[in-house]
């Protein structure tokens, strides 16, 4: 699960400015994030979708 808040504190820059980054990282194809697999679709969501970082 990737918290964007806490990661634009760790790097001291605002929370827009590393959802841009992350964006950036997806465009390039170096990370993307796992949608949530659930069989039924009325089921509510306990997971979060995951965030994959490929180096």
Known sequence: ML?????ARECQVGRKTAEGFVGV???L????HLPVF????KRN????PKF????
């Not at 994959?52 to 180096?55: E, P, R, T, V």
């Open 25 to 27: 990282l997806e465009n």
């Open 29 to 32: 194809l170096l990370c993307f």
């Open 3 to 7: 918290n964007i808040a806490a990661v």
């Open 52 to 55: 994959y970082f490929l180096m």
């Open 38 to 41: 659930s069989r039924r679709a």
């Open 45 to 48: 969501l306990i997971a979060h």
